[in-house]
């Protein structure tokens, strides 16, 4: 039922790597989150966006990645220099505002550190 | 801390029984959403509610409209497509941040 489109589906990378994904939110949704889910099936929200504007992030985002949401482009998330404990399913979602309003996933990247 | 506990942690139903999931709230929610995650990861939406109840042909959930501190997730005659693990999250009221429970795994045998 969603409309969101990640890609790569799996991403396999070797430590100090850089790992690059990428989300399309649906159509008309202003608003982007990424959330890490770990094998203990844990939700860490990591970053969110409204346009092309940061709303929130945490500090392992600020610090360890790089996002973004251009106009006319997919959103990405890019971890600079991968980590094994970055081993995770990197879900994006999107919604039409902040708050009060249904997320819809993407099917995630599963990430891979070896 | 940890404001989403959700129950039970995993359940396994035959063919055909009824059971539900549960998510109870330390503080107050504005609103909750049910997920559905298969095997491969996706999370399918299943329901979101700021208050009352929906029903979506054998699924139905709830949302306590009074103090909004709890939901429930109901699955009437259990199929083998059911299987998957179930996550509720709800929107504090106050903060507007989305907080994930820990997930229900179910298993539907024959």
């Known amino acids: 039922n969603s409309k969101v489109i990640q890609t790569p589906r799996y991403l396999v990378k070797g430590q100090g790597q850089k790992a690059k994904m990428r989300c399309i939110p649906e159509?008309?949704?202003?608003?982007v989150f990424w959330y890490q889910q770990n094998k203990n099936n844990e939700f860490k929200f990591l970053i969110n966006f409204q346009n092309q504007e940061v709303l929130q992030q945490i500090d392992m985002t600020e610090k360890r990645f790089s996002a973004e949401c251009p106009s006319n482009s997919p959103c990405s998330l890019e971890i600079q220099s991968s980590e094994a404990g970055d081993s995770a399913l990197y879900l994006c979602?999107?919604?039409?505002?902040?708050?009060?309003?249904?997320?819809?996933f993407g099917h995630g990247t599963k990430l891979s550190v070896l | 801390g940890d404001q989403v506990e959700q129950s039970p942690s995993a359940l396994s139903l035959h063919e055909g029984t009824d059971s539900a999931l549960r998510c109870n709230f330390t503080t107050t929610m504005r609103s909750v959403q049910w997920f559905r995650q298969n095997s491969r990861g996706s999370l399918i939406s299943l329901f979101y509610l700021a208050s009352g109840t929906k029903e979506n042909g054998r699924l139905k959930s709830a949302f306590d409209s009074k103090e909004r501190r709890y939901s429930t997730l109901h699955i009437r005659d259990a199929q083998l497509e059911d299987s998957g693990t179930y996550f509720c999250a709800a929107e504090a009221a106050n903060t507007g941040k989305l907080t994930f429970g820990d997930g229900t795994v179910l298993t539907v045998k024959p």
């Open positions: 159509k008309g949704h202003p608003v």
């Open positions: 979602a999107s919604t039409g505002t902040l708050s009060n309003e249904r997320l819809f």
